[in-house]
């Protein structure tokens, strides 16, 4: 079946709850995955939602070396808590998720969204050999970035 974590539901939505909200709607990828969001709808380096599934998910956009790094997390099925996989966002993972997230995975994760950054060491399973033991940072809005943010809102 894979990897399977004992963090629980609940416990990981009190950690992203606090994040803004991403209402995607009813769109699905054609795997069922997640892993069709943009760039740009995303507004904040970490949002979380709930899919057509009522599945729970996370998206992060972040920085490796500079490099634009975006990525999804989300329970693989509805009637499984305990399964979680990731999907791509047309930019570059930056861990692997193929079997199931890690507990390490959660762990690294959290640290990530909560001290904005963290290394990205081999029992995370970066994505790249390149990005072993490399600082990855949430993403950081530049002036003009919040500027174009703020004008797209209706009111």
Do not use: H
Request: charged residues 25%.
């Amino acid at each position: 079946m894979g990897n399977e974590i004992s963090i629980t539901r609940k416990e990981i939505k009190e950690k992203i709850e606090k994040y803004p909200y991403l209402n995607i709607g009813d769109k699905i990828g054609d795997t069922e995955y997640i892993d069709f969001l943009q760039w740009d709808e995303v507004k904040y380096p970490v949002m979380y939602g709930v899919d057509s599934y009522n599945r729970l998910f996370f998206v992060i956009k972040a920085e490796i070396n500079g490099q634009q790094v975006m990525q999804t997390f989300f329970q693989r099925y509805s009637n499984k808590t305990s399964l979680w996989n990731s999907g791509g966002n047309n930019t570059a993972n930056f861990i692997r998720t193929e079997g199931g997230m890690t507990d390490n995975q959660f762990k690294f994760l959290f640290k990530l969204i909560s001290e904005k950054e963290a290394e990205l060491e081999n029992i995370v399973k970066p994505s790249y050999d390149f990005f072993v033991n490399k600082k990855i940072k949430l993403y950081e809005y530049e002036i003009y970035d919040l500027l174009n943010n703020f004008n797209s809102l209706t009111f």
